[in-house]
């Protein structure tokens, strides 16, 4: 038997070096695109003024990139181009005061389960549920964090929350299958619909989310079961989550509460909550961020926060804002041993 040969390719004659270009507003935004050599990718201001002129940003990417399914990074693209665009639905009192409905009844649940001195909210996205969740939590606050895939959309939650006289939540960017904390980090750990666009992935989300609470997960997600068949065939062209209370078993969780939740932003998307015990009696001890490829402790250091102690990733922090996920740490082995210039 002959193993293939190691393909360095030879006979096709090396490519003259590309010009370096200075990066513009037209330059494309992610380098990822460069792999589709047929399409010319959508440039940043492009995709701003589609988003303006109401386009639909995934399907406009799709159609660039010929594909028929979203995948993470489109995903990711679209919502951060339309980040904002929850705390301006925000503007109406009809509006706010559906949110503060809606947080209320979860702070009742919240408040059911004992005592929460540190709380986490998975998919924060614009904190315009974790704004008004702080705003009708009765007594002291606890430690809170709140995590999303996009930048930009934690730009805005900081913001939302400093408006709303809570400025000491920490945020980052980070992905809810890595989240950059120890296990049982926080008392309370919650969703509002943020599992939602992930079928296929319920159990590998709801492990993790697990894995950072100490006492009880808090998932308000849409409810497939609860749904009408109009619903259901809405929720399936979207790839939403299903059966997440059976998720949660399958994986040998104690689920005590799966009901339908009294406030629904969307009659065909019905919101249902699903408490899941982990310990009743624990109490979270350090809430503090963590290397999400391998949970060591972080340094600061010169604009990044790095994994000394653990796997030599330093992730960037982008006007204050950690960016947590695995595939920004830059692996810098030799961080400390040059001097700074
Ligand atoms: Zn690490």
């Not at 296990?183 to 509002?192: C, E, L, Q």
């Not at 078993?249 to 909550?273: D, Q, Y």
Request: charged share 20%; with cysteine.
């Amino acid at each position: 038997m002959t193993s293939a040969p190691l393909s360095l390719d030879r006979a096709r004659p090396t490519p003259p070096p590309r010009p370096l270009q200075r990066p513009t507003a037209d330059t494309p935004i992610s380098p990822a695109f460069q792999t589709q050599p047929k399409s010319t990718p959508p440039t940043l201001r492009a995709l701003r003024k589609a988003f303006q002129n109401q386009q639909n940003i995934s399907e406009m990417l799709r159609h660039q990139q010929n594909r028929i399914e979203n995948d993470a990074e489109i995903i990711e693209i679209a919502y951060d181009v339309q980040a904002g665009s929850y705390v301006s639905l925000q503007a109406t009192p009809e509006r706010q005061r559906f949110q503060a409905a809606y947080a209320g009844a979860l702070v009742s649940v919240i408040d059911a389960l004992g005592p929460c001195r540190s709380l986490f909210e998975g998919g924060v996205g614009e904190a315009t549920t974790l704004a008004p969740v702080l705003k009708s939590w009765g007594g002291e606050l606890p430690t809170t964090a709140g995590i999303d895939l996009c930048w930009s959309r934690i730009r805005w939650a900081k913001r939302w929350l400093h408006q709303n006289g809570a400025a000491s939540v920490f945020l980052a960017s980070a992905a809810l299958d890595r989240l950059p904390f120890p296990d049982n980090a926080f008392d309370i750990v919650y969703t509002s619909h943020s599992l939602e666009p992930n079928r296929g992935r319920e159990q590998l989300l709801i492990r993790e989310l697990h894995r950072i609470a100490a006492r009880y997960v808090v998932l308000l997600e849409p409810s497939y079961e609860l749904a009408t068949a109009e619903g259901r065939q809405r929720m399936d062209r979207h790839g939403y989550v299903r059966d997440i209370p059976g998720h949660a078993k399958r994986l040998g969780l104690r689920v005590i509460e799966h009901s339908r939740f009294p406030f629904t932003h969307r009659e065909s998307n019905p919101t249902a909550i699903t408490v899941i015990e982990k310990d009743r009696r624990a109490m979270a001890t350090d809430s503090r961020p963590v290397c999400p490829a391998c949970h060591s402790q972080l340094q600061p250091t010169d604009g990044f926060l790095f994994c000394a102690e653990g796997c030599g990733r330093a992730y960037p922090v982008l006007h204050g804002i950690p960016c947590l996920r695995v595939e920004k740490g830059i692996i810098a082995s030799q961080l400390f041993d040059f001097p700074v210039a």
